[in-house]
Nanobody, 120 residues
Framework: VQLQASGGGLVRAGGSLRLSCAAS????????MGWYRQRPGKQRELVATTTSGGSTNYADSVKGRFTISRDNAKYTVDLQMNSLKPEDTAVYYC???????????????WGQGTLVTVSS
């Protein structure tokens, strides 16, 4: 299973960016999809996740500013980021948990990361 992320870039504080991620490969189903980030000098942290049933979870630091959405049929997950702050600067990674089509086995896959830089 491969995850391809896109949409990172440079934006000024207060601006917006939209990240997209598409999963492909030997997929029977995907349960959870999400976005994580690694800020300079920090460990990777959860940003937002969503389940196939539509439940969402956000880090406190992004609540009210970021919105996660997914298309179950297309195996895609997006992250709309508004009111960006310099502290949102990080490499953002998409992640998916699901089941392989063959053999029937669980998987966890990560995208390659996309850099978001927010200038003050």
């Amino acid at each position: 299973v491969q995850l391809q992320a896109s949409g990172g870039g440079l934006v000024r504080a207060g601006g917006s960016l939209r990240l997209s991620c598409a999963a492909s490969g030997n997929i029977l189903s995907i349960d959870a999809m999400g976005w994580y980030r690694q800020r300079p000098g920090k460990q990777r942290e959860l940003v937002a996740t969503t389940t196939s049933g539509g439940s969402t979870n956000y880090a406190d630091s992004v609540k009210g500013r970021f919105t996660i959405s997914r298309d179950n049929a297309k195996y895609t997950v997006d992250l709309q980021m508004n009111s960006l702050k310099p502290e949102d600067t990080a490499v953002y990674y998409c992640e998916a948990d699901g089941t392989y089509y063959h053999p029937r086995a669980p998987f966890e896959a990560w995208g390659q990361g996309t850099l978001v830089t927010v200038s003050s």
